[in-house]
């Protein structure tokens, strides 16, 4: 069965970072593009990032360009989320997400992780 795992969330000052990792299963990572969303409580779920299955392509939302580094590694069925300069506005549950295709619509990703909390402290 398809399966997302993510991990790495946890409270972290302003101005810090964190590294959330996703561990994926064969079947659900191979070939597939892979996103990064967030959601706050009262809000719709928001993408944050995606790579491509080579990586050669990544897409970021404005919010988190140049401060947010989306990476996967093929031989080890992992995608990550390097954030850094994070601000309170970041403060989310995060998800990742596969899609069969390149993309950054949230309806195209058919495979979920259950989140993880990063919360920053002002």
């Known amino acids: 069965q398809a399966q997302l795992v993510e991990s790495g969330g946890g409270l972290v000052q302003a101005g810090g970072s964190l590294r959330l990792s996703c561990a994926a299963s064969?079947?659900?990572?191979?070939?597939?593009?892979m996103g990064w969303f967030r959601q706050t409580p009262g809000k719709e779920r928001e993408f944050v990032a995606a790579?491509?299955?080579?990586?050669?392509?990544?897409y970021y939302a404005d919010s988190v360009k140049g401060r947010f580094w989306i990476s996967r590694d093929n031989a080890k069925n992992m995608a990550y989320l390097q954030m850094n300069s994070l601000t309170p506005e970041d403060t989310a549950v995060y998800f990742c997400?596969?899609?069969?295709?390149?993309?950054?619509?949230?309806?195209?990703?058919?495979?979920w992780g259950q989140g993880t909390q990063v919360t920053v402290s002002s």
């Open positions: 790579i491509s299955w080579t990586g050669s392509r990544t």
């Open positions: 997400a596969a899609s069969g295709g390149y993309n950054i619509r949230e309806g195209e990703y058919a495979y």
């Open positions: 064969g079947r659900t990572f191979s070939g597939a593009t």
